[in-house]
């Protein structure tokens, strides 16, 4: 089905569009006149003085009927110069005008579309608001459904204690090391770096590359007396580069970086064709005290349709692996919503997964990323069946792994979940991997080394942020690494 939207004036396209996408999950939606649509939308935001009025008209072609919704609201002088204010009842407008179409509620989050939805509470929590108050904020404020304002909240406590105070944000930071090389393309994801082909001609110049760049920032740092408090190598899969080559990224980490006062290392060694036993020594002499092993699934059919070329079986023997040489921080990652899954493998994943007892399980709700495979085979959009079945079942999961003692400790959403739900970090009480805090809660500043790294720049006065993204593909990073450090360098300087 279609459905053509027109917004009037269009700067609001931005605040709304995100809403109706998730509401309308069985249209393809179109922001420009589509003739043959089964449903016509109007949205006009008309503002006069200090009165605004919102106006929402919607035709039925196939059920011929016309569904006409007004709103007014008057505006104090500061208010209505504020777009903030103006954006949210523009949004609570068009969330409830969808739900009375709909004739349900179509997502718990209600007008909250963004990626970090605990940023709110973390200022609630910074002034001491009262959880009864911080509960009925987001319930008038937001529309969040009252299950899901208190989830949001119990998540936002359990990490709140681990944010920097603005004293402590302007010398506490956080590196993320970048390796974008990945064996094969997973079928869901939309990563923008490279798949490893020649690895002789591909990795030497990157290493490279990332020397300059590591010891380039270390000795500012230094100089600068900056503490690093946590190191996070990701990717990619950084665990592709072979032994020789992970000790020598390990070391350059070591040497040029002063990790005095670093207190988590963590690898992202997503895959388990890519680890062995002199990797995970490697590994504990060079203090890294987390790893993520991530299954997704434990289902060998689904395994092989998303295109990762390992085994539930290689999960198991990789994770005993790494405990028997004494790192015993292991994170895994599951996605509920992968094609031909339901109930039945959810369960049988869970329970091979518990069965390791990995201090962190993070559980994902399939996003259909742009540039993904999925995406091209089937489009960006989801059915609505499908929708309640994913919610379903990650609320079962999120049960089952609070019986097993593990509590959420940080989330997180993105575009075009199938579920219109949330990605969450469960952990063991005290096994929080402060990276994931400090990344997703943007209270800390995070240099971004490496190909496809982001540095995000925190600013405490006011917790604002400026970033700074480092070239996706390899050889261009490689070749563009000069002016890499020298704009991490600059923002670094904006802070002196
Ligand atoms: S291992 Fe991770 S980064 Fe690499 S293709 Fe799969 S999902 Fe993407």
């Known amino acids: 089905m279609i459905a053509s939207i027109s917004i009037y004036p269009e700067e609001w396209y931005k605040s709304v569009h995100e809403l109706f996408r998730s509401a309308l999950i069985d249209y393809q939606i179109f922001f420009t006149p589509q003739e043959q649509a089964d449903i016509f939308l109007d949205l006009a935001i008309i503002i006069k003085e200090e009165e605004v009025c919102f106006q929402g008209k919607l035709q039925d072609a196939a ?31 068009v969330f409830e005008w969808m739900c009375e179409f709909l004739g349900r509620s179509f997502s718990e989050y209600g007008i909250l579309s963004g990626v970090r939805p605990l940023k709110i509470l973390h200022r609630c929590l910074d002034q001491h608001w009262r959880r009864d108050d911080i ?5 008038e ?13 119990e998540v936002a406590e359990n990490n709140h204690f681990l944010l920097h105070s603005p004293e402590e944000a302007k010398r506490k930071i956080g590196i993320y090391v970048g390796i974008p090389y ?56 950084p665990t592709v580069l072979n032994e020789k080559d ?60 998303i295109g990762r070329r390992h085994t539930a079986e290689q999960i198991e023997e ?28 959810y369960q049988q994943t869970l329970k091979r997964v518990l069965a390791l007892q990995p201090t962190n399980i993070t559980l994902h709700s399939l996003a259909v990323k742009r540039g993904s495979v999925l995406a091209e085979k089937e489009g960006l959009r989801t059915i609505s069946g499908q929708a309640e079945e994913i919610v379903a079942a990650m609320k079962k999961m999120s049960a089952a792994l609070r019986q097993q003692g593990y509590i959420p400790y940080y989330l997180y959403r993105q575009k075009y979940m199938k579920a219109n739900m949330e990605n969450t970090g469960y952990t063991l009480p005290g096994k929080q991997c402060l990276y994931n805090v400090q990344m997703m809660e943007e209270r800390q500043t995070i240099l971004g080394l490496g190909g496809g790294a982001s540095s995000k720049f ?22 563009h690494v000069e002016r890499c450090i020298q704009g991490k360098l600059d923002n670094l300087k904006a802070f002196l």
């Open 458 to 479: 925190v600013f405490p006065e006011n917790w604002t942020l400026t970033s700074f993204h480092n070239p996706k593909d390899p050889k261009s990073y490689t070749e």
């Open 246 to 305: 992970l000790l020598l990224l390990l070391r350059m980490i070591r040497e040029n970086l002063n990790l005095s006062h670093c207190q988590e290392i963590t690898i992202e060694a997503g895959r388990p064709d890519t680890l062995n036993t002199q990797k995970f020594y490697l590994m504990k002499e060079n203090h890294v005290d987390r790893i993520c092993i991530n299954p997704q699934t434990m289902n060998n059919a689904t395994l092989e349709r």
């Open 63 to 93: 059920r011929k009927t016309l569904n006409q919704k007004v709103q007014f609201h008057t505006f104090k002088d500061e208010a209505k110069e504020h777009k903030n204010e103006l954006s949210r009842l523009l949004r609570i407008f």
């Open 141 to 153: 404020n937001f529309r969040v459904s009252s299950e899901k304002a208190a989830f949001l909240l």
């Open 318 to 345: 990789m994770v005993i692996k790494a405990r028997e040489i004494g790192i015993e921080e292991i994170n895994m990652d599951l996605i509920v919503g992968l094609m031909g899954e339901s109930d039945k493998e």
């Open 182 to 237: 990945c064996p094969t393309r997973c079928y869901y994801c939309s990563f923008p770096g490279a798949i490893l082909h020649q690895y002789e001609q591909e990795i030497p110049p990157f290493l490279e590359a990332l020397q300059r760049e590591i010891s380039g920032i270390g000795d500012y740092l230094q100089a600068h007396d900056y503490l690093i408090q946590n190191v996070y190598i990701g990717g990619g899969t």
């Open 135 to 139: 509960l009925s904020y987001l319930k």
